[in-house]
């Protein structure tokens, strides 16, 4: 698929997914995500692959994470009502390990809400939707060209951390058309799972290597794993301790925030000189551009940061920028979600606005920007 | 040390096939899910297989802890959700023998869906359920297999639902192989057991096995062997019945027997069938699509 196209970011997951070796999708149809099931269904058997559509969301996930342990890359696509459905095998992922993509094209909740437009809505359901605790991968493209990347992105920090990574899109994007650029086969860099090279009785399905992960047999391998979601023990066996929870809890949270330097990525946009900065992710990316652009020609000294990785959130660069700015400004489709992270991680040393929005069309760039021209007038 | 005691130590024929560190199990005395368990061994090993390539998927409850017994890749999933886990996992390695084992509550109630879209695929799995007539893991709530009228901890009064018939239901939705035995039956079982292993496509065998601790007591059956004795006097083998009336009548009949035995193309034969083009455009695909003859 090595070229240049016009293809819709629903479209571009599935090239990213292809590129990244994905081979297993199972889905269930949804606005605004049903694209990507559609494509899936045409590409995957053309390329050695399997694609089902399963009875519900609850199938999809469970059958992706069997899939993943029989040694595939597997994926699923959904929407909010969907996502919700998905939280309780998102959670058996997350206990087991197992690496997997969900691609979340968000809609307008709560409920069926608006299923044809956009919602940025599930951003705090994304990290704590599932039961128990955990620690969470998930990223957020602002264009077709980022649903292709950030989807084998996705896919390789899946693999490199043996967990379920959640692609945080939107309807706009998955909808918009776009140039996609999909580069050749040896300039995509690909991760895969690590497996184990010891002999099997030597094997421990969940002891971890320095890095935090644990080597990950597949299925037919011979290693005779158990696998469950019970609290288990570095052999993988179920102990009902609050010992083994306590090891286990830690390996899990660890295995993020010890890496998360590697795992977080922004961008940035005329911060250097900022007075104020906007922080932005998904679609409104686009919207804050414009209004740090224009901004900047009414003499407005903005910057903008975008967030790639969502979660987890980078606390560090937040807390640093918070210091240097006059305001954070952040623009989301929901009534403040992010905002209460960016909040947290500013602590109080300087302002935090949002520009919310209840979500069925984009945030306008003359929102962000008269609040960017407000809040610089306050703070003189 | 006596003589008596060495013998003990001797191993079991099935040692191997056990996680026997994690031994003793769980299960409580007089529960049927041991026997069933060691029929599903004595299949998995009469069938031959390569070890390497069987797996088994549970979901949760008291048979969904069989796969943490097994010394084979073996898969605890979430509550319903082990066919779907299987179905990913069978997808992934057409080459294996996947089975899934679970208790009637996980694959009729919370996970009925599952199995009948499972069974419609005719998805090359074979679902080994545990029918113990309630929720034993959690104490004995009511299952959709309760018998009407039969009491739980949530039909204190009497269960005022009517039960599934478990094989019918999957016969309806086109499992290729059903059968039905209680946990009494134990050469059938594993019998059945086999054949299920060996069949192509979706097979699904169900055991009436006994709970005194939690069904039992609160239904005048208090001992495993009482209810033991209630299957053997009860149950009746009719081979070949149509499952719709293959009845569980706790005052008459207890229908057993292996039901259904036919052929159809799994879901991953029709999946290369469409993918390599070999047939025409629908409609008129029914006719080109192998069938198998007549039993």
Known sequence: MTGTYFMNGDEACCEGAIAAGCRFFAGYPITPATEIAERMSERLPEMGGIFIQMEDELASMAAILGASWGGMKAMTSTSGPGFSLMMENISLGLCTETPCVVCNVQRAGPSTGLPTLVAQGDMMQARWGAHGHYEIIAVSPSSPQEMFDFTIWAFNLSEQYRLPVIILADEVVGHMNERVAIPPPDEIQIINRKKPTMPPEKYQAYRPDSDGVAAMATFGDGYHMHVTGLTHDQRGYPVMEADTQEEMITRLVQKVRK??????????????DAEVAVVAYGISVRSAKRAVAEARERGIKAGLVKLNTIWPFPEKMIRDLAGKVRALIMPEINY????????????GRCPVLLVSHAGGTIIRPE????????TLKETA | MSTNKRKALQPHPYDYLLRTDRIPHIWCPGCGIGTVFGCVLAAIQKSGFPLDDVA????????GRMAGYLNLDSFHTTHGRAIPFATGLKLAKPESCVIVTSGDGDLFAI????????ARRNMDLTVVCVNNFNYGMTGGQMAPSTPFGAKTTTSPIGNFEEPFNFCSLAAACGAVYVARWTALHIRWITDSLSEAIQKRGFSFVEILAPCPTSFGRRNKIRSAVELLKFFHERSVIRNHIDPKD?????NKHLIVGKFVDIER????DNYQLIIRRELGDWPGLERQIPQPEKP
Not at chain 1, 367 to 374: D, H, K, M, P, Y
Not at chain 2, 56 to 63: A, D, F, L, P
Not at chain 2, 246 to 250: E, P, Y
């Open chain 1, 259 to 272: 890496n998360s330097d590697r795992i977080i990525r922004y961008e940035t946009f005329s911060l250097e």
């Open chain 1, 336 to 347: 403040g979600q992010m905002v209460l992270e960016l909040e947290r991680c500013a602590g």
């Open chain 1, 367 to 374: 929102r962000i920007l008269t609040v960017l021209e407000a």
């Open chain 2, 56 to 63: 088994m998927v549970s979901g949760i409850g008291c048979t």
């Open chain 2, 111 to 118: 996970g009925g869906n599952h199995l009948i879209h499972a």
């Open chain 2, 246 to 250: 293959a009845v569980l009548d706790f």
């Open chain 2, 265 to 268: 193309p799994t879901f991953l």
